[in-house]
């Protein structure tokens, strides 16, 4: 059976926003393109299928023969106790389909042969012998184009990962980071040669990486295009490995590029790994000797389970033993990788927990696996070579445990019950728990937690709040929500969500911003009966209040954060860990207002300057002709008593809203926006260029133009060139909209736009000799403050007092506040159109709407594998906690 609709290979940018600030136009689309299995619908599967229908593959096949247990609740989100007995795959189907109807998702519920494994490029096996899977492997290895297979599995506190993508296969972004750029500040005549470049970012260069430049003068022969070797990195330096003693002098200018290298891999089928694993990745430092026993262990537990048709049981030493003895056996023959010592201990615990998979371990794996078949199926990062191997076994209890503690209870929590024993578990079921946001991680602390049993039992209690509504962009990774709850709270929905995974879940949704504002909500007492908090927050200064109240009032504070394809966990214990708070990260480097405003270098200086402009035009500026027009006397009297530049420049903008630059029709918006082109990208610079000619000094005699200046050229208007057509659409669009002006359907056809504007009359510029342009590097504005700011200011409300009697009764401006997600709008339109024409003024490369967005909307690069992957390691502390 199949579910699901067609799978459009164009990309709902509303939707995946945040995921393509992370892969990009060309993974996603080769995601789109992806067929994938995955066999065994246990909590890991379904863990793994959440994350790959969210990212949006092409389609999704469950296979699983078997049944659904009630022991399989505690780490399958989509069974309830109803689906007990039903087969897991056809389970599942239903509830994960809603996750993402772009989707074809279909179930395979009998025996699988190694043929039906050509339909896919991906296979992942969760639930699978050594023996069966090493015959699948070879198969997927051998086939043309071979097929990437996934062996993962998570017994108790232990799991392992193992990848083969084929003998040969191509990685065609290592990091996923954009090229690393410097501008450079001068280039020996020697063998080899040494480049500086200018010291206001740091290089991010390594030794080995191959670059080409471009926009040199002088030494030109390095504008050739060739990918050049670099060693000896330093921060604002590199040696070029490259004969320069004939080619021209270095004079000025000059930008290096770093080329991004494919990388080839060699995996090696299972058959031959399993022999000569090669280096394991390490997940933990203070582990070194841990993989090689966990990679013996886990071919003892697969000898067991063969030798006796079932797992070890909680707490019978007997098992235990003889898993031990199989474990030693096996090392015996190992040859040169023998252990040295099979760490009975260990063994013991792995034992114990070998039937059960517990759900924070099912959601770290299942974000870890979810990224190695997106990088299988794109050749995005690199991934996994090829085993890894990870257990949390300090999440147990320090005191040993007693056998009998682990005993099922027929509940729900039998697999959990089975490594932790029934005290912990009554202690979660009694905690009181309290998640700040309820986003893309309090989505999966919510699922985590219900599946546990926290918050569960009749003393146990869980608070969570949001101030936030659900909009389209968090349905591709927040993925307790749906389409139809947009607009909804999210922390209403989130709770009624978790409450449907466990009907036991005792939850209170809240929408209040916790802060110094909401303290009598969140008073002394509510913090006092907290067990434990739980951040799920996506900002600094929310984070910093959570934790200076955790620390009032003495209670472990559960951090996480993640950003792109990276995530970050911090456990604050009182008296134990420092706290969240302690340590700061550096402030992010801001661009001087100079160069944001005369001396871009890089889009990033055009997009903030287009933000900044946007603001200023559209929100700033109509909201203080609003401030004037509802209360005339105290306006005025509030800028003649500030008396600056500030007021001064208050003043003129709304004189000049109100008096030169009025719309009353749509042709005044049009005039408006072309005029605002002439302003912007032909009379600023030529007055720039007279003011600092190409040929200008500093005062210590150096070149004004130098690195990383960039001279600038005046751009020329043309009806024939689509971007400036495009700018002085949406500019006049916006603009009318500030003025409550009707749009007309015609302004969206090119030929009525440019005879439109082709009416207008351009006045030539005049420059002027006393301009002053901010060049100080430390000016925090770009107001010159005047001499007479007081008469100036009186002058300005004279000739303001004069324009308002014309205006019509009860006249007010609307201002329109940036939103990035609407792309109806026109307000990325006009930001992209901005930031790209200054671009084109100062030979910088312009960029599309899509990558304005992300820069100019701030947006965060968001994927559901990270934020899984962080979770899971969350609530394997929360054990500890």
């Not at 290298?261 to 058959?271: D, E, G, I, S």
């Not at 003649?640 to 009353?664: M, S």
């Not at 133009?705 to 659409?729: E, G």
Request: overall charge negative.
């Amino acid at each position: 059976m199949a579910l699901g609709g067609a799978n459009y290979t164009e990309i709902d940018e509303d939707l995946h926003s945040r995921q393509l600030a992370v892969y990009g136009r060309e993974t996603m689309r080769r995601l789109f393109a992806s067929n994938i299995l995955i066999s065994g619908m246990q909590g890991l599967g379904a863990e793994i299928a959440k994350n790959l229908i969210l990212a949006g593959v092409k389609s999704v096949t469950l296979h699983d023969e078997g049944v659904v247990e009630l022991w399989d609740l505690s780490s399958n989100f989509v069974f309830s106790e109803t689906d007990v007995g039903k087969n897991r795959a056809l389970a599942s189907v239903q509830k994960l389909q809603e996750l993402n109807n772009a989707v074809i998702i279909s179930t395979l519920t009998t025996k699988l042969t190694k043929e039906q494994l050509s339909n896919f490029q991906a296979v992942v096996f969760t639930d699978i012998s050594f023996e069966k899977a090493i015959e699948f492997d070879d198969y997927c290895h051998n086939y043309n184009p071979p097929i990437s297979f996934i062996k993962a599995e998570v017994r108790g506190l232990f799991g392992s990962i193992f990848c083969d993508f084929g003998p040969e296969f191509t990685v065609v972004d290592v990091d996923g980071e954009d090229p690393h750029t410097g501008i450079i500040a001068s280039i020996s005549n020697d063998n080899p040669a040494f480049v500086s470049c200018v010291d206001d970012e740091r290089l991010e260069f390594q030794d080995g990486d191959l670059v080409v430049f471009s926009e040199v003068h002088g030494m030109t022969e390095l504008n050739d295009g060739k990918p050049r070797k670099i060693k000896s990195a330093r921060p604002y330096s590199f040696t070029l490995e490259e004969d320069t003693t004939k080619f021209g002098t270095y004079i000025k200018g000059g930008i290096v590029t770093q080329v991004k290298q494919p990388k080839v891999l060699n995996f090696k089928p299972l058959r031959e790994a399993l022999k000569d694993p090669g280096e394991f990745l390490l997940s933990d430092f203070s582990k070194f000797d841990r993989p090689p026993l966990l990679h013996i262990a886990f071919q003892a537990l697969d000898k067991f389970v063969s030798d006796l048709g079932r797992f070890p049981v909680a707490g019978s030493e007997e098992d235990a033993n003889k898993l031990i003895s199989i474990a030693g056996n096996i090392n015996e023959r190992v040859g040169d990788g023998k252990v040295e010592d099979i760490n009975p201990k260990l063994l013991r615990n792995f034992a114990f927990g070998a039937r059960a998979v517990l759900n924070p371990m099912a959601a770290m794996f299942g974000g870890v696996v979810g990224q190695e078949v997106v990088k299988a199926c794109s050749g995005k990062f690199h991934p996994l070579f090829q085993f890894f191997y990870f257990d949390s076994v300090e999440s147990l209890p320090t005191e040993p445990l007693d056998p009998s503690d682990l005993k099922p209870l027929n509940t729900r929590y039998d697999a959990q019950i089975s490594v932790f024993g029934s005290k912990l578990q009554k202690k979660l079921e009694d905690a009181k728990v309290f998640i700040v946001g309820s986003g893309a991680l309090g989505c999966e602390f919510l699922k985590n937690i219900a599946l546990m049993g926290v918050s569960c039992g009749d003393q146990g209690k869980l608070t969570i709040t949001d101030d936030d509504v659900i909009e389209k962009s968090n349905l591709s990774r927040q993925f307790l929500f749906r389409d139809w709850n947009i607009g909804q709270a999210k922390s209403t929905v989130a709770a009624s969500a978790a409450a449907s995974i466990n009907s036991r879940l005792n939850i209170e949704a809240l929408q209040n911003r916790v802060g110094p504002e909401t303290e009598n909500v969140f008073d002394d007492t509510f913090w006092e009966n907290l067990t434990v908090i739980i951040n799920a927050l996506d900002n600094v200064n929310a984070r910093l209040y959570i934790d200076q109240r955790c620390l009032y009032f003495q209670k472990p504070l559960l951090e996480s954060g993640t950003l792109g394809a990276k995530c970050n966990t911090q456990m604050v214990i009182p008296h134990l860990t420092e706290n969240y708070g302690a340590s700061r990260d550096p402030p992010e480097k801001q661009a001087p207002m100079c160069t944001v405003h005369s001396f871009p270098h890089n889009i990033d200086h055009c997009l903030t300057w287009a933000r900044s402009e946007f603001e200023g035009l559209l929100e700033k500026t109509p909201a203080e002709v609003n401030a004037y027009l509802s209360n005339p006397v105290e306006y005025k009297t509030a800028q003649r008593n500030a008396g600056d530049a500030q007021a001064r420049d208050n003043l003129e903008q709304v004189l000049e809203c109100l008096e030169k630059e009025k719309c009353e029709t749509f042709q005044d918006c049009i005039a408006w926006a072309r005029l605002r082109f002439e302003d912007y990208f032909v009379n600023r610079v030529k007055q720039l260029i007279y003011t600092f000619p190409e040929d200008a000094a500093t005062s210590t005699g150096a070149p004004f133009w130098s690195a990383p200046k960039r001279f600038p050229q005046p751009l020329k208007f043309s009806v024939a060139d689509p971007s400036h057509l495009q700018f002085v659409m949406a500019a006049s669009i916006l603009r009318a909209e500030t003025f409550g002006i009707p749009i007309p359907d015609w302004i969206e056809h090119p030929k009525m736009l440019a005879e439109a504007i082709e009416k207008l009359i351009v006045p030539d510029f005049e420059p002027k000799k006393d301009v002053k342009i901010v060049t100080d590097e430390k000016a925090t504005t770009l107001s010159v403050a005047s001499i007479d700011d007081a008469a100036v200011i009186d002058e300005l409300i004279f000739k303001l007092e004069l324009c308002t009697k014309n205006l019509p009764l009860g006249f007010k401006m609307k201002p329109i506040q940036f939103e990035k997600d609407d792309d109806t709008n026109y307000h990325m339109d006009l930001i992209a159109g901005l930031a790209n024409m200054r671009a084109r003024n100062y030979s910088i490369p312009e960029v599309d709407k899509l990558k304005a967005k992300f820069i100019a909307g701030r947006i965060i690069p968001a994927i559901a594998t990270s934020t899984a992957m962080a979770t899971g390691l969350v609530c394997l502390e929360l054990y500890k906690a």
